[in-house]
C-alpha cells in the first residue's frame, strides 16, 4: 500500500516520536520558498496539533479513520478551515469522509432499501441483508446519509464531499468483490448528489491514486455514476510531483483531475489543477 494523503499524518508523527512529545507550531501553510497557492487537508491525526495558517483552502476529514466514526475535532477544524485565504478554483472549505464496504464483517448492514426511515430508490434491486450489488449500494448510501447528518456539519448541502478511497479500509474481494465496491461508492454518490444538486460549488469528488482504485474498484462503466466525478489525486512527494499529477488520468472515464496532494513534512498539502 502506498503511503499518502489521510492516513500518512499519523504514521509520520508515531514513527518520529511526536505524536507524545508534540511538535513545533507551524505558521504557514505554503511550504518554504513557495508562491504557489496550496491547501491543507487536516483530520483526526492532527487532533490537538497546532494547524497551519494562511492556507488557500482546506479539506476536512469528518469521518475519524472508518466509515462509521466521527473525526473528534470536527468542530475545531472546520472552524479553522474557514479562515482560508481563497484565491484557487476550489472551495475554500471541503470536506472528506472515509469509505468502505465491510459486508457483515461490519457492526451494521442493510437488511432493506429503507434508510433511515426513507425508501430509497434502488438501481441494483432489493436489499434484503445478502452481501450483494443491492446491499452495498444500500450500504453506501447509508453512510453518506450518517456523515452529512449525525457527525456534525452544518447546512451539509453546501459542501464539496470527497470519497476517501483506500486499500487500508475493509472492502469485498474476490470474484465479483470490485463491482460491489462500485455499487458501494455509486450509493454515496447518490445521497451526496441529492444534497448538494442544487448548490454551486458543492458536489462529490473522489480521492486515492490509481493504483489503489484499480485494486478497490476495478474498471469503471460508462453508465456508472462514478464516471466523469472529479479526482483527487494522491501521491506526490513534492509540489513539483503535485503539478505534474495534474496531467494523469483522471480516476475513472471522463473524470478531470481537480487536486493533487503532496507531503511536506509530516503535513499534507494540495495543489488545485484548475
Known amino acids: 500500500m502506498a503511503r499518502f494523503g489521510m492516513k500518512i499524518a499519523c504514521t509520520f508523527l508515531a514513527l518520529c516520536g511526536l505524536a507524545v512529545t508534540g511538535m513545533a507550531p507551524v505558521t504557514a501553510a505554503t511550504p518554504p520558498g513557495t508562491t504557489d497557492l496550496v491547501g491543507n487537508d487536516v483530520s483526526w ?55 468502505a464496504n465491510p459486508g457483515h464483517t461490519g457492526s451494521w448492514w442493510p437488511s432493506s432499501n429503507v434508510y433511515p426511515d426513507v425508501k430509497v430508490t434502488n438501481p441494483y434491486g432489493t436489499c434484503a441483508g445478502a452481501v450483494d450489488l443491492a446491499c452495498s449500494y444500500m450500504y453506501g448510501y447509508a453512510k453518506a446519509y450518517d456523515d452529512a447528518n449525525k457527525r456534525g456539519v452544518a447546512n451539509p448541502g453546501t459542501y464539496f464531499w470527497w470519497l476517501d478511497v483506500e486499500t487500508g479500509n475493509s472492502w469485498q474481494t474476490g470474484t ?22 442544487s448548490v454551486a460549488g458543492a458536489g462529490v469528488g473522489i480521492y486515492s491514486t490509481g493504483s489503489q482504485w484499480g485494486t478497490i474498484a476495478g474498471t469503471v462503466p460508462s453508465g456508472s455514476s462514478l464516471t466523469g466525478l472529479p479526482s483527487w489525486l494522491a501521491g ?38 484548475r
Open 45 to 99: 491525526p492532527q487532533c490537538g496539533k497546532t494547524l497551519p495558517s494562511g492556507q488557500a483552502f482546506a479539506i476536512v476529514g469528518v469521518t475519524g479513520g472508518l466509515a462509521n466514526n466521527t473525526n473528534p475535532c470536527l468542530s475545531e477544524q472546520l472552524t479553522w478551515a474557514a479562515r482560508s485565504t481563497g484565491g484557487t478554483a476550489q472551495p475554500k472549505v471541503a470536506l472528506y469522509v472515509n469509505t
Open 236 to 273: 506526490a512527494k513534492t509540489l513539483r510531483g503535485a503539478k505534474s499529477n495534474c496531467s494523469l488520468p483522471g480516476l475513472t472515464p471522463g473524470s478531470p483531475v481537480s487536486v493533487t496532494q503532496y507531503v511536506s513534512a509530516g503535513l499534507d498539502y494540495n495543489y488545485s489543477c
Open 176 to 197: 465479483g468483490g470490485t463491482a460491489l465496491n462500485r455499487a458501494d461508492l455509486e450509493g454515496m454518490v447518490a445521497y451526496f448528489k441529492s444534497i448538494t444538486a
